[in-house]
Structures are given as structure tokens and as C-alpha cells.
């Protein structure tokens, strides 16, 4: 839900309302209300007339959908390309004769990419850009009774709306949440590049919290008798700062105010939250509010020993994501999110790169209440577009994200770009002011394949390293890094991506780096195996070099990307830890669970579900917290061997017997077993 009205316990409730000298006839002013439910859908464009369903005088009845929605759920990892184009959704609104005199806003979360509004056949706006919340005021356009809406979203390519290239999906439809809000005639304005209008910068160290509110609002008159309030509440409801202030130029608020001694934000050890209470009165009754968490933390990154949270060293281990899932494509509910999140938390990940543009509010909230430290991007990808529309678009996208998600003390980066070609100078220096501009408070970054000069422009930077899968050996990741930071002596690096393919279905007995090439990669054979060989020989690189500042492993899941036919699934990119369908675990997983995840207790066997052998000499691994494991094959003890650093413990050149072989590993922790039948 938005975060415009949060429900408070009672406890909290009796102190806002004692704190914030809130009048007893009104409590929430503003009205909000789903409009999830009630959609009909038609795939393609459809000029509707004034009754719903109605398309050039013929009756189109469309198929009844919920919210959220995506014309791609069916069509994304078939074997033809996914549907590019135009749908149409058309719903019915109430307004009842009680809202004369407000004000009513259309809130959508996100519409991919470019979404055009019509209320009763009248235009009413256009917003282009699949990833940001977006609002329309519809007060004009809307009668008492029955009012017809109709949006018209288009995912096809377009010059002048981001993105125009990437190598993942850009799917189509009212794929999150929508919202109708009404409010007094004045009002905290839901129109702020698509935010909820209040935004809160600080200046934070141990002993003292600066805060600056950022107050936007709205009126259809004037500000005569208008005070805003704000309050700091601590976890328990306790006020611990609070000011107002009656002087409105602008439209625009500003409001200071302290907090000695501050409980810190600090990451997953503590996550601890602030709640902040935005109330506007006139005339000392309460016509709206916004509330909100807050965290308050600090942070940098140095050079030489990366990155640090409240002045104490944090070591990113950070995994990328796609907003995507097998049968719903990107219309992901807030049990799809947990769900992630549930698969973050075991693998022991405490860093995010929601890759590559804005994901759900959600995420956020969440990623905030978990201690997640989030590098956030505008979809500024693959391909730049040498239009002053497209680069007007990025600067829109990148204003309305850092806008939307100010006040989240998780999001620590600012992406700008991801694999952009040299000779965009001038437009990401264009992007990182406006950046600075709007949240000085904030570092930006950017993701690099190749060296050019734009990844010197933002704050930090970080590579995209394939090295054993795309080009070169899986070890020459160590020495590109060491020589790129000597001979860069003012710049931050971080990996913003590395991994490979992998398909549950697919593997090999024993891992030979070099009977794979470059065509296996973009092809078929993608075992199991070569990715874990690869992530078991990159991750200790990265962990002995407090240097980089952080690392993010590509990708979490699998994801759709149109175009790929490799490994077992059409229109699928397989790098994932974790299937589509978020299912299976693949055995890279389970390396960074034993690795990053400490209480938990692990026990993996590699390779388990490759049960039919067609060899009988195979490398037997295992991942595991415990100190040691012993190895039973058919009953008999093999040897007993000793966890090295990174959580492995290994048996090569094992050989089976003909036939079905045991497979039995015992730890002090667990065991595991399978049954490998050799052919």
C-alpha cells in the first residue's frame, strides 16, 4: 500500500495525536483507495468511447484482469520473442457526490514503459518511462456517478523514452499497483516527480542527527491559515523532535530540526527505524499527512578499505535482481518480494543492485527494515540513444527515482548507467549534477564492461567481469583488478557483475575449464558445474580485497531476455543462483550460504540430482559451515577431510563402481546422500 497512510497501534496512535495537537473530527483527510480490481484488458490499441467496452462503436468486452498485470506473463519465455505493442485497460471508477469540492489523483506505481490516461475519452496525460510511480490529477475530468478510465500502455522501442537497448525484457502493462487519492483543495502534493512530496536529507554522525525536510505542496487558492508540523518518532512512539512552520513561498517547506545522540541505521546488526509524521493544518484542523520511516546512518568509501557504515568497515557481499518471475513476468505481488527476500536472507546476501532501473517501492521499505544496503539505477542501458528527447527522459527517470525513494536510508548508490559506450561524457556528467543536485547526501555509480572515460564522472565506479565464461580464464579476474587499481590511484572500484550460466539440467563429472569456449557460453551446454567452478575461484578474489567497495553477483534468479537460446529454456538469461521460478537452488548458492551465511548450518553436496552417470570417474565437492566432513561411498568410509577457508571440502578423481553408487556425506552439522547410478 502507499505509504501516504500507515496504520499505527494504538499506542502510537493516542501519541501522535497528543504530539501533534491533531483535531479530534478529523484523523486522515486524505482518502485512499485501491483500484486494483474491476480491469478489463484488450491487447492492443483501443480507442474508447464514453461506456466502457466500447471500441469504435462495437462492443469490445476485454478479458477481466487484476492488478497488478502484465501482457507478458504467457508470451516471455516462449520460443518466439515476447509481444512488444500496445494494451489497452479500461475500469469503471465511482465518484461519489461527497467528493464535490476535492481533489482526486490517478497513483500509478509503475505501467510499462510509456502509459497514456484517459478519463471519459478526454486525454488527461502521458507518462513515459516503465520503472517510476507517476501521478495524474483527474479532478477536472470526472462527474458524480460512473467515470470511464482507460490506459493505454506500450512497451514497444521508442527514440526518446529509457530504455532503447538491454540485454533483459521490457515488459508491457499496469503491472503495479494503482491508487485513487483524494484530498482537500489543499494538500501535500502526490504531483512531486511522482513522490509523496516530502523529502528528508541528513547530515548524521554518531552523537547528532541534522535533518531537512523538503515539504512540497499543492492548493487550488491560497495558503492563508496553513501550518505544516513535523515529528521524529522513536520505535516506541516516543516524539523525539518535532517543529512547525506557517511560511509557504513556493509551494515549498523547508523544516530543520536535531537528534542528539541518534539510535543508528546500522545495516542488518541493527536496522533501527525512525517514523516521521508530516502533518498540514488550516485553521488547526488537520486536512493531510504523510507518513514515513526514516533511517539515520552515515557512510563512505574508501579507496584503499572500501566501504563503511557508521564509521566501521562493512564488506558488500551484494547479489543483483530482476523483477521478474516464471508465469507472471514482471507483475510481482508483495509475497513474490518476501519470497526473495526470504532467498537473500538464507544465502547470507547484505547488499542489493535492483538491476537496471527502479523496482518496487516495496523492495525499499523492505530492504530498510532488513538492513540491506541497495545500489539503485535509472535504466540508462545498453544503448544511448543521440536524441535530446531520450537524454531529457534519462534526467526524468533519474529525478523522479531519486525523488520516490529520498527518504530510504537502504539506498546508498545512485546508478547512472550500466554498459553505455564511450563517448557519452556529456550526458552522464549531465546526470551525475543532476544527481548531486537533488541528494548531495548520496554517492553516484555506474557499471562498466570496457574502460572509457564516463566511469571516471561519477562518484565510485564499478566492472562487469566475465572472465571463464565470455573471454579469458576464470583467474584472470585477479590480476585485471590489482593492475586497474594500481595504476588508478583516485579511483573507487567494485564489481558490479560476474558469474555464468548454469541449468539444473545439464552437468559433467569433472570441470574442464578449457573444453569450453566462448560458443558454449552464448549456446547450450551450460552445466551446473561451470558455474560453480567459476564463482568458487572468483569469490575468494573478491573477498581478499577490502579494496573493492563492494560486489555484486549476476544474477540472483534467472531472467527473461528476449533473444538468448541457450542452455535449457528459450528467451532466458541462466546466471541466476536461482531459478525463474525461484524452485531450485543451483549449487552456487549453496557456495555463498556456506560462505556468507555462517549461523545457519550447511551441508550441500554438489551435483546431487545428476544421477545418471554417463562416466565412472567423477569429482565429488561439498559445501559446508561445518570444520570437517567424512565421505562414505557404497557404506565404506573414504576419508575424513578438513573445510578449507571458503567452505569446500573436496574428493577429486573419485571412481564409481557400475551401476547405482552411494553417496553419503557426514558432518558434524548433517549429512547428505544421493544414489549416482553409472551407465
Known amino acids: 500500500m502507499s505509504r501516504i497512510i500507515k496504520r499505527l497501534d494504538m499506542k502510537k496512535l493516542l501519541i501522535v495525536l497528543l504530539l501533534l495537537w491533531v483535531s479530534p473530527f478529523v484523523l486522515f483527510a486524505r482518502e485512499v483507495k485501491s483500484l486494483n480490481e474491476g480491469w478489463t484488458f484488450v491487447k492492443g490499441f483501443v480507442k474508447t468511447g464514453p461506456v466502457a467496452g466500447t471500441s469504435f462503436g462495437r462492443q469490445t468486452p476485454g478479458d477481466p484482469v487484476t492488478l497488478p498485470h502484465s501482457y507478458n506473463a504467457e508470451d516471455f519465455q516462449t520460443e518466439d520473442t515476447y509481444y512488444r505493442g500496445y494494451g489497452t485497460y479500461t ?20 505501467a510499462g514503459s510509456v ?62 499497483n494503482v491508487w485513487l487519492e483524494v484530498t482537500e483543495s489543499t494538500c501535500i502534493s502526490p504531483l512531486y516527480f511522482g513522490s509523496e512530496g516530502v523529502l528528508i536529507s541528513q547530515k548524521t554522525q554518531r552523537d547528532r542527527a541534522d535533518l531537512s525536510a523538503e515539504i512540497h505542496l499543492s492548493t487550488l487558492s491560497d495558503y492563508t491559515g496553513c501550518e505544516v508540523r513535523l515529528a521524529v518518532l522513536d520505535a516506541d512512539g516516543r516524539s523525539v523532535a518535532e517543529t512547525y512552520f506557517d511560511r509557504i513561498f513556493n509551494d515549498l517547506v523547508t523544516c530543520r530540526l536535531g537528534i542528539d545522540n541518534p ?46 557504515l557508521n564509521g566501521k568497515h562493512l564488506k558488500l557481499r551484494g547479489v543483483s535482481r530482476h523483477q521478474d518471475w516464471d508465469g507472471i513476468a514482471s507483475a510481482l505481488t508483495k509475497e513474490n518480494h518476501l519470497t526473495d527476500f526470504a532467498l537473500f536472507d538464507e544465502m547470507g546476501a547484505n547488499s542489493l543492485r535492483l538491476a537496471h532501473y527502479p523496482q518496487a517501492q516495496f523492495m525499499f521499505e ?71 543536485d537533488m541528494d548531495p547526501g548520496r554517492l553516484t555509480t555506474c ?167 554417463p562416466d565412472a570417474v567423477t569429482d565429488i565437492i561439498v559445501f559446508t559451515t ?36 552411494k553417496i553419503r556425506i557426514v558432518t558434524s552439522q548433517g549429512e547428505e546422500s544421493a544414489i549416482w547410478t553409472v551407465e
Open 366 to 436: 523492505e530492504a530498510d527494515r532488513r538492513g540491506y544496503v541497495v545500489w539503485e539505477e535509472i535504466p540508462f542501458v545498453g544503448t544511448w540513444v543521440a536524441n535530446p528527447a531520450f537524454e531529457d527522459n534519462l534526467e526524468l527517470q533519474l529525478r523522479e527515482m531519486i525523488a520516490q525513494n529520498f527518504n530510504h536510508p537502504s539506498i546508498c548508490f545512485w546508478g547512472l548507467y550500466n554498459e553505455i559506450q564511450a563517448g557519452t561524457d556529456k550526458i552522464v556528467a549531465r546526470l551525475n549534477r543532476v544527481a548531486h
Open 91 to 110: 475500469r469503471i471508477i465511482e465518484i461519489p457526490e461527497g467528493y464535490t469540492g476535492k481533489r482526486i489523483f490517478l497513483r500509478f506505481e509503475g
Open 263 to 308: 539510535h543508528l541505521w546500522d545495516g542488518q546488526a541493527d536496522p533501527y527505524l525512525y517514523h516521521v509524521v508530516v502533518t498540514l493544518l488550516k485553521d488547526g484542523k488537520e486536512i493531510d499527512r504523510m507518513e514515513d520511516n526514516i533511517g539515520l546512518r552515515y557512510y563512505h568509501v574508501d579507496r584503499e578499505k572500501g566501504f563503511f
Open 447 to 613: 557499471a562498466v564492461y570496457i574502460d572509457s572515460s564516463n566511469e571516471f564522472i561519477p562518484d565510485v565506479m564499478a566492472f562487469n567481469k566475465y572472465y571463464g565464461w565470455y573471454y579469458g580464464k576464470k583467474t584472470d579476474l585477479a590480476p585485471f583488478l590489482d593492475e586497474w587499481h594500481a595504476a588508478h590511484p583516485t579511483a573507487s572500484i567494485g564489481i558490479s557483475e560476474y558469474g555464468a550460466g548454469a541449468s539444473p539440467k545439464m552437468h559433467v563429472s569433472r570441470y574442464d575449464e578449457d573444453s569450453f569456449t566462448v560458443y558454449d557460453s552464448m549456446g547450450k551446454n551450460h552445466p551446473m558445474e561451470r558455474q560453480t567452478d567459476i564463482h568458487r575461484v572468483q569469490w575468494p578474489v573478491i573477498a581478499e580485497r577490502d579494496w573493492i567497495w563492494g560486489s555484486y553477483i549476476w544474477n540472483m534468479f534467472d531472467l527473461g531476455a528476449s533473444g538468448r537460446f541457450e542452455g535449457d529454456s528459450p528467451n532466458q538469461n541462466d546466471k541466476g543462483l536461482v531459478t525463474i521460478d525461484r524452485k531450485v537452488r543451483k549449487d552456487a548458492f549453496y557456495y555463498y550460504k556456506a560462505n556468507w551465511n555462517k549461523s545457519v548450518p550447511t551441508v550441500h553436496l554438489c551435483s546431487k540430482d545428476f544421477t545418471e552417470r
Open 115 to 176: 502509459a497514456d490516461v484517459l478519463v471519459n475519452s478526454v486525454f488527461v496525460g502521458e507518462h513515459k518511462g516503465a520503472y517510476n510511480a507517476f501521478t495524474f490529477e483527474i479532478t477536472d475530468y470526472v462527474d458524480p456517478g460512473e467515470n470511464t478510465l482507460t490506459v493505454v500502455c506500450n512497451n514497444a522501442p521508442t527514440f526518446d523514452v529509457a530504455p532503447f537497448g538491454g540485454d533483459f525484457n521490457i515488459y508491457g502493462g499496469l503491472y503495479r
Open 626 to 661: 561445518a570444520p570437517s566432513a567424512t565421505l562414505y561411498l557404497n557404506d565404506k568410509k573414504v576419508s575424513q577431510k578438513k573445510t578449507d577457508a571458503y567452505a569446500t571440502v573436496e574428493w577429486p578423481g573419485v571412481e564409481l563402481q557400475q551401476g547405482a553408487n
